[in-house]
T-cell receptor
Framework: RKEVEQDPGPFNVPEGATVAFNCTYS??????FFWYRQDCRKEPKLLMS???SGNEDGRFTAQLNRASQYISLLIRDSKLSDSATYLC????????????FGTGTQLKVEL | ETGVTQTPRHLVMGMTNKKSLKCEQH?????MYWYKQSAKKPLELMFV???????ENNSVPSRFSPECPNSSHLFLHLHTLQPEDSALYLC????????????????FGSGTQLSVL
């Protein structure tokens, strides 16, 4: 089983749609969770951290389910500019660098 | 602009060449990283430096040799690479070592797209 698993997509959605991505992780000791965004031929950039209670940043909502070991990202009212690859990142804290990336989910928002 | 600068942006090299990738961060961070990104694969961590000391080497072949002369600069020296080494090489930095403290975030450079012929 992969340490961090994502559906690669692509997810093709019309502008204005709501879309959700899931990401599962295998290590129950994982403690920090993030979503990064990577545009085509660009570097990854932090989109948002994921907190235990769930958190929202504008049109983006992130949730964590520790019991089922998955995190999710919900994008409401999709914009063309949301088209990118969304990377799930999981970190084990407590010594050493154990930051693990998923392969990413590609989103294409269309007119 | 993320405050992490990588050069060159593109590099084509033969298998017998020697080249170096350069990374500079202007954020005052203490940790720096080299990642490899190949098509359809997750980012692979290659090397980690914390306060100029290498703290992780993820079984990377010796044809890749990192150097961290100070906390702002990181190099990746390349020698006798193979075609399968063609990939996007990303440098990143963080305030402190990711994994040592919660919610430590990475700031990436734009990457070097490397092609080995």
């Amino acid at each position: 089983r992969k340490e961090v698993e994502q559906d690669p997509g692509p997810f093709n959605v019309p502008e204005g749609a709501t879309v959700a991505f899931n990401c599962t992780y295998s290590n129950s000791a994982s403690q920090s969770f993030f979503w990064y965004r990577q545009d085509c031929r660009k570097e990854p950039k932090l989109l948002m951290s994921v907190y235990s209670s769930g958190n929202e940043d504008g049109r983006f909502t992130a949730q964590l389910n520790r019991a089922s070991q998955y995190i999710s990202l919900l994008i409401r009212d999709s914009k063309l500019s949301d088209s990118a690859t969304y990377l799930c990142v999981v970190t084990l804290t407590g010594g050493g660098n154990k930051l693990t990336f998923g392969t990413g989910t590609q989103l294409k928002v269309e007119l | 602009e993320t405050g992490v600068t990588q050069t060159p942006r593109h590099l084509v090299m033969g298998m017998t060449n020697k080249k170096s990738l350069k990374c500079e961060q202007h954020l005052g961070h203490n940790a720096m990283y080299w990642y490899k990104q190949s098509a359809k694969k997750p980012l692979e961590l290659m090397f980690v430096y914390s306060l100029e000391e290498r703290v992780e080497n993820n079984s990377v072949p010796s044809r890749f040799s990192p150097e961290c002369p100070n906390s702002s600069h990181l190099f990746l020296h390349l020698h006798t690479l193979q075609p399968e080494d063609s990939a996007l090489y990303l440098c990143a930095s963080s305030q402190d070592l990711a994994g040592a403290s919660p919610n430590e975030k990475l700031f990436f450079g734009s990457g070097t797209q490397l092609s080995v012929l």
